[in-house]
């Protein structure tokens, strides 16, 4: 059997697969098992987001895993110590702590559990179309039903209101309420950004009530959209922050990021993670935010990232299937007016991998690292697949 039939017969029937098997990847490109080259737009979901097999990671990697590859929270180690200091020097002002985990999902959870033991409230007030992961807590976040149906019942006393809608907020919170969480941009609900100071307005309702702000950045930070942080665009200071995904190069990890006297207050034995912080993970971590910060990449990610949206929207003026494209940094969405699951295949089969947000909408969350070559040649294999796809309904017709 090839790698393909082996995880359909033994793996979970859960994720959308697509019909390639990657064995390698480098920079923003990656092989599959035939030998077959793709630039990749997908980036795991933003994992990627130094580039896949960086080697300064790969370094660090190295380096770690001859040295300690697994040393439990309740002793002390250096890696850990290096990372949660580098970790915490370049958030924003104010979060000096942060409990380590394996995902972003976890991260949320954490987050959760924080809300729920400083305010002694268990309400929280989320979004509309926002996605926080899928464990219990986290799903109970999320807004999407057919995620959450078949596991109910999940958390009570949780709430969604329309992204931008401030008056329905202030409506939501009642004397339950412990936080309000946001992700600067959605990026599950279609790369859809705020409207101009909806989120400063967001900071001082939370303040006014005084209850906590939580900023998911798991798929919004690290640079992706143009600043360290996306919430940076709008001058908030969140009370606590989650982080996952590309932060320690494509090893997994998650980082609750928070105020001291807000972690602190979980007590001995209430949250712990057998691997969270372990050393390998640590290393990569701190491997990876020295790259992202020597490199400028957030510079990267706004420069580079017009330039794609400019080539995007150039190349969809020739298409009636076009409706939007949208985003900030190398966060983008391209929105059509049909179905996108043929266009995908057809980008892989010409050499380019993008992913969706939605049935009409396709998702790019490339490596911080391409280049505006492969930028360019992404979108030419993306208008390829278009005109295909056009093609294919003209013959319907």
Known sequence: MNI???EDLHGPHTYQKFPIAIVRGRGAVVWDDKGRKYIDCMGGYGVAIVGHSN????????????????CHGS???????????????????GLDAAFLSNSGAEANEVAIKLARKVTRKKGIVALKNAFHGKTAGALSITWSKKYKEPFEPLLQGIKHVELGDVD????????????????????EGGIMLPPAGYFKKVREICDRHNILLIDDEIQTGLGRTGKLWAIDHWGVVPDIMTSA????GGVPIGATITRAEILHALKKGEQTSTFGGNPLACAAGTATLDYIIKNDLPGQAAKKGKFFMDKLKQMGSHHKLTREVRGKGLMIAFELRVDIQDVLNDTMSLGAIFTYSGRTIVRMLPPLVITEPQISKSVAILGKAIDKEEGRRLGQD
Do not use: H, W
């Open 168 to 187: 329905a907020m202030e409506k939501a919170i009642d004397s339950d309420t412990g936080a309000v969480i946001i992700e600067p941009i959605q990026g």
């Open 245 to 248: 995904k590309g932060l320690a």
């Open 55 to 70: 080697p300064k990671v790969v370094a660090a990697i190295k380096k770690q895993a001859q040295t300690l590859i697994t």
């Open 4 to 6: 393909i039939e082996i």
């Open 75 to 93: 002793l002390y180690n250096d890696a850990r110590a290096e990372f949660l200091e580098k970790l915490t020097s370049c958030s924003p002002k």
